[in-house]
């Protein structure tokens, strides 16, 4: 691989640039090296419960550059998709079912509605799932409404070190149960890569993912043609290597030798 093959350079935020709260060493460096190289860097994570502004802090707080616009989470993806939607339908009837915390920062959404949406947002809910509450959503889509995910992933990984429940697994009992696909905006899903390409203006398949997780990194890479690279940081030494990088490098640092910047 040479920087030559790829119009942009996605790079996937936790175990990729900072692990267990911590920066990961070389990564700003590379990043940096990088750009210096003229490669455009783009910044693509699922987080949602966190305000992409907060994001951007805590990555300047790791000493890491983000230019404005560059980082990208499912909340630009569904607001572009909402504006399209609001376009077309200015009176868009859309139901967001999500915990307060994230509903509060998200000013782009407009008021819920609570009778017959067009559209049902899913995203982090945590606390507000119950029977009663799942099986108004089931109501809500076999009444017609489009389904629209923040993120397809079942689980996350919490402070104690263990998977739980996330948006995902909740999205797919939806799914199983009315029989509609959602449309979920974060990664492996297309949605975001595609906004990543287009406003760097360059073609979807030459994005360079790299990440820690082939569940996710790979797949989104995958998902639009794009080829990807491994770290081996945080997840990325355990991690079944499902679908399977173009390269696996030990980390972020090593990046810029392998594509013989350095
Ligand atoms: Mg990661």
Do not use: Q
Request: proline share 8%; with cysteine; glycine share 10%.
């Amino acid at each position: 691989m040479k920087p030559g093959d790829f119009g942009c350079v996605v790079l996937d935020l936790d175990g990729t640039l900072y692990h267990a709260g911590k920066p990961l060493p070389g990564a700003a460096e590379a990043v940096a090296r990088l750009r210096a190289a003229g490669l455009p860097v783009r910044f693509l994570t699922n987080t949602f419960s966190t305000p992409p502004e907060a994001v951007e802090a805590r990555l300047r707080g790791f000493g890491l550059e983000v230019r404005s616009g560059e980082l990208f989470t499912p909340h630009r993806a569904i607001a572009a998709h909402l504006g399209e939607r609001l376009a077309a339908k200015p009176a868009l009837r859309v139901h967001a079912f999500l915990n307060d915390a994230t509903r509060a920062f998200m000013d782009y959404l407009p008021a819920t509605v609570e009778e017959a949406p067009d559209l049902l947002l899913v995203g982090d809910a945590d606390e507000r799932w119950s029977y009663g509450a799942l099986d108004r959503l089931l109501g809500f889509l076999l009444g017609g409404a489009e389904f629209v995910a923040s993120s397809p992933a079942t689980t996350f990984v919490g402070r104690d070190g263990r998977p739980h429940l996330d948006t995902g697994a909740l999205v797919a009992l939806l799914e199983a149960a009315s029989g509609k696909r959602a449309r979920a905006m974060g990664k492996p899903s297309p949605e975001l890569s595609r906004l990543v390409a287009r406003g760097a203006g360059v073609p979807e398949e030459s994005l360079l993912f790299v990440g820690d997780d082939p569940a996710v990194d790979m797949a989104a890479a995958r998902a639009v043609g794009a080829r990807s690279i491994l770290v081996e940081t945080g997840k990325g030494a355990a991690a079944p290597r499902i679908p399977p990088p173009d390269a696996v490098i030990p980390s972020l640092a090593a990046l810029p030798a392998f594509l013989g910047l350095a």
